[in-house]
C-alpha cells in the first residue's frame, strides 16, 4: 500500500520553477507527522532537502534549497508542498517525500529517521 503520492515533477530550464506536492492517499494523514523532502540523482546517495513540522510552524532546509526552495503544508487538504526557484542542473533529480512521527521541534534531513514513502517525482532541469 502507497500511502504517501508525489506530483509536480517535469522538465524545466535553468532557472526556472517547479512547485511539488505531496498528499496522504486513502485516510493516511499527514497532521500528526513531521513531512520531509528528499531527492536522489542517478549514483549519488539520498539526500534530504527540506523538513517541516506537523503545524507547519517550523521548516528546516539543506544548503542547497536554502535561499531558492520553500516547504509548506495545508493539513486541511492533506498535502504538502516545496516550491522550487532558481533552479539549477545539478537540482535534476527524482524526489521524495516522507513522512516520521519526530518531535516537532526535530527537524531531521536523515532519511534513515523517515518510515512512509512516497513513489518518487521525476525533476530535470535542462537547456
Known amino acids: 500500500q502507497l500511502q504517501l503520492v508525489e506530483s509536480g515533477g517535469g522538465l524545466v530550464q535553468p532557472g526556472g520553477s517547479l512547485r511539488l506536492s505531496c498528499a496522504g492517499s486513502?485516510?493516511?494523514?499527514?497532521?500528526?507527522?513531521?513531512i520531509g523532502w528528499f531527492r536522489q540523482a542517478p549514483g549519488k546517495e539520498r539526500e534530504g532537502v527540506s523538513t517541516i513540522s506537523r503545524t507547519g510552524a517550523t521548516t528546516n532546509y539543506a544548503d542547497v534549497g536554502k535561499g531558492r526552495f520553500t516547504i509548506s503544508r495545508d493539513n486541511a487538504k492533506n498535502t504538502v508542498y516545496l516550491q522550487m526557484n532558481s533552479l539549477k542542473p545539478e537540482d535534476t533529480a527524482v524526489y521524495y517525500c516522507a513522512a516520521a512521527n519526530l518531535p516537532f521541534w526535530r527537524l531531521s534531513l536523515s532519511p534513515t529517521q523517515y518510515d512512509y514513502w512516497g513513489q518518487g517525482t521525476q525533476v530535470t532541469v535542462s537547456s
Open positions: 486513502s485516510g493516511f494523514t499527514l497532521d500528526s507527522l513531521t
